[in-house]
């Protein structure tokens, strides 16, 4: 049995009212989802707030699921739509509270990353990642960390594969232009 | 194609068979270039690297439990909230009435008009006739305000003035030819003639 046959037999055991097939789910799935989102967002609060709005969609959502597709595509469609609402919504509060740029060390809750050599290496990169724009910042992300085809990259951010292939491209030379700065 | 975008398409696996082979007998030849592309293979090596990055298991144990207490909590009606919402609201469907109620009134402007007159003294009237130059509904108003006896005495009035100004151009025939010749006073009578004045 693959994933997405085991995924949708899940689901459809959650949708007749077995709570315990939701939960396997979510802790199948609650890592990618945080990781996505803290690599869009940059802050552990931030991306433990999607998290939770993730799940809280799964589970008041998964009876409008269309089973001719992966599940982890539909809920990682939620998380790049509830990363990148909630990056305009910052923006917006930043704009109207006028607050200045927050530093990029608050970081917070570092202890969930236990391997301190991997985490300064993390938290370089994500400054890193910090300073793409959104769309750059959201392509590579998915290219590189989620190792997703241009293909359901489209399908999940709605744009053409040529618009990503750009974006990508500049991504990835300002990613390494940063490095080498490093 | 500039060495970047060869080199992303490279990594990418994009270029075509004949490109790929041209990119790698540059690749040999080129120390610069072979530096450029380790320069983009470390980038990957990095997030490679960093995708295997677990998280606290304590952390990812406690997601679900929040998640759960969450969805147990019934949903608190804020009153504060509320109150903000209906104060908004009512701030709104204020505005909106002082904005549209000059667009729905059905105030008759004649009667508006009527009001002014009536709260007129006798001397403003007289002063807003004489400003007046046939506005014939203001003045009928205006007349109808006031009595027949003041109306006459009023037309009176106007006749005398108009009277005084006429007399004021009242100029004779001799101190018109005053310093002209008898050729120009014939010519100047010949014309007045021609235009059957």
């Known amino acids: 049995m693959n994933v997405k046959t085991d995924d949708h037999l899940l689901v459809r055991d959650f949708l007749s009212g077995n709570e315990q097939s939701f ?21 552990h609060d931030d991306a433990h707030d ?18 001719s597709s992966a599940l982890y595509t539909w809920i990682y469609k939620i998380t790049a739509t509830r990363s990148l609402n909630l990056i305009k919504k910052k923006k917006l509060k930043k704009i109207f509270t006028f607050s200045p740029d927050e530093a990029v060390d608050s970081y917070g809750y570092e202890n969930i990353i236990e391997d301190i050599e991997a985490k300064e290496r993390f938290l370089r990169m994500e400054k890193h990642l910090n300073s793409l724009p959104i769309k750059q910042r959201q392509v590579f992300v998915m290219r590189n960390y989620d190792d997703l085809p241009y293909e359901e990259i489209s399908n999940i951010t709605g744009k053409s594969i040529g618009a990503l292939k750009a974006n990508y491209f500049h991504a990835i030379r300002k990613m390494k232009e940063l490095m080498e700065k490093k | 194609m500039m060495t970047d975008e060869r080199i992303i398409k490279y990594l990418e696996n994009e270029l075509s068979p004949e490109e790929r082979n041209s990119f790698e007998v540059d690749l040999n030849n080129s120390a610069d270039l072979r530096e450029d592309l380790n320069k983009y293979l470390r980038v990957k090596e990095e997030t490679g690297n960093l995708k295997e990055l677990k998280l606290n298991s304590l952390y990812l144990d406690s997601i679900l439990p929040e998640f759960r207490k969450k969805l147990d909590i019934p949903k608190t009606v804020s009153v504060k909230r509320n109150l903000g919402y209906a104060f908004g609201i009512m701030l709104i469907f204020i505005l909106s009435i002082s904005i549209f109620k000059n667009f729905f009134s059905t105030e ?35 007349s109808e ?27 004779s025939f001799n101190e018109l030819i005053v310093g002209l010749s008898q050729q120009k006073i014939d010519e100047i009578y010949t014309e007045i003639l021609n235009r059957k004045f």
């Not at chain 1, 709005?53 to 089973?67: A, D, E, P, W």
């Not at chain 2, 305000?145 to 100029?171: C, F, G, K, P, Q």
């Open chain 1, 23 to 43: 939960n396997i789910l979510a802790r199948k799935y609650q890592e990618r989802i945080y990781w996505h989102a803290r690599r869009m967002l940059g802050d």
């Open chain 1, 50 to 67: 999607i998290v939770q709005q993730v799940l809280l969609v799964m589970h008041s959502k998964l009876n409008t699921f269309n089973f």
């Open chain 2, 108 to 142: 008759n402007p004649a009667i508006v008009l009527q009001e002014f007159t009536q709260s007129l003294n006798e001397n403003q009237k007289i002063e807003l006739l004489e400003d007046l130059n046939g506005d014939a509904e203001v003045y009928k108003l205006l």
């Open chain 2, 145 to 171: 305000n006031i009595s027949d006896n003041e109306l006459t005495n009023l037309l009176t009035t106007e006749i005398e003035i108009n009277n005084e100004v006429a007399e004021a151009y009242d100029i």
